[in-house]
């Protein structure tokens, strides 16, 4: 049995994550609504596969994961071609090979490549709440041309 400490990690991106995609859901373009979405319902799949896949199921279902997760993103790179989304394309790959450096060499420590994937994912939660703060400023800065 594993205590809270332990799971602490966990606790704090699924709140960070819940923060970031609900502000882009709530106040974000339609871009930043389908990001937000897309990072909602990542942590939910990542979430199920730890509590219910086993371990060897778990790796590569992680890493099927994140491959799809990669061509949702290409596909919307090549719809909108902002800069946020071409970031978190490429960020999103990084994260591709980091899982399959884990699959392809066993001698790698799983710890650095988990440390390397928390890196990766709060970067991309850099980039999505930064995009979704510079949405809401130009939003208000725009002027009013009602009257």
């Known amino acids: 049995m594993t205590s809270a400490f332990d799971n602490l990690h966990v606790i ?3 709140g960070a994550v819940v923060i970031v995609a609900g ?3 709530a ?3 339609a871009r930043l609504r389908l990001v937000g979405l ?3 319902t990542e942590m939910i799949c990542s979430t199920l596969l730890d509590a219910g896949a086993s371990p060897d199921d ?4 992680m890493d099927v994961k994140s491959f799809v997760v990669l061509v949702v993103y ?3 790179c090549f719809r909108w071609p902002d ?3 071409v970031l978190l394309t490429g960020l999103q790959g990084f994260a591709v090979l980091i899982h399959l450096s884990d699959l392809l060499d066993l001698s790698l420590p799983r710890s650095v490549n988990g440390l390397f994937l928390n890196v990766t994912g709060w970067g991309m939660l ?3 709440a930064t995009a979704t703060a510079i949405h809401i400023m130009n939003r208000f800065d725009r002027p009013d041309t009602r009257s």
Not at 58 to 61: D, K, P
């Open 83 to 85: 800069r946020w989304v």
């Open 38 to 40: 897309l990072q909602v």
């Open 23 to 25: 502000a882009a859901l």
């Open 126 to 128: 850099l980039v999505i």
């Open 58 to 61: 778990r790796l590569l279902l």
């Open 12 to 14: 704090i991106g699924t």
């Open 74 to 76: 290409g596909v919307m």
């Open 27 to 29: 106040f974000g373009s």
